[in-house]
């Protein structure tokens, strides 16, 4: 069974940094992208940054500049490095993944999975 676990996370002062971990573990499998997506409270659920196993990334706007996201494809692991945070970065930080499992040899067919998420908290 696949699993998303992120780690990281918890409080900062505004200007200050944080980084949040995940990491990917359960059998065989391909992973073709990942991404962080936040939610904030009151709010649905939002794309940060994406990273696809080739290495181009994507950010949301309001990171740009921001934000680094980058990947351990050898480890399965991505990590979101979060500096010059804001007030308004404070939400729940969750991990995405689209990967392909590998059953008996055979590729599946790609799905998204989630972790459960790491909060983050940027208060003065």
């Known amino acids: 069974q696949v699993q998303v676990v992120e780690s990281g996370g918890g409080l900062a002062q505004p200007g200050g940094s944080l980084r949040v971990s995940c990491a990917v573990s359960?059998?065989?499998?391909?992973?073709?992208?990942m991404a962080w997506y936040r939610r904030i409270e009151g709010k649905q659920r939002e794309l940060v940054a994406s990273?696809?196993?080739?290495?181009?990334?994507n950010y949301a706007d309001s990171v740009k500049g921001r934000f680094t996201i980058s990947s351990d494809n050898a480890k399965h692991t991505v990590t979101l490095q979060m500096n010059s945070l804001k007030l308004e970065d404070t939400a729940v930080y969750y991990c995405?993944?689209?990967?392909?499992?590998?059953?008996?040899?055979?590729?599946?067919?790609?799905?998204?999975?989630w972790g459960n998420g790491t909060l983050v908290t940027v208060s003065s």
């Open positions: 995405n993944v689209d990967l392909a499992r590998v059953i008996g040899g055979f590729t599946q067919n790609s799905a998204y999975y």
């Open positions: 359960g059998g065989l499998f391909s992973i073709y992208s």
């Open positions: 990273i696809t196993s080739g290495g181009k990334t």
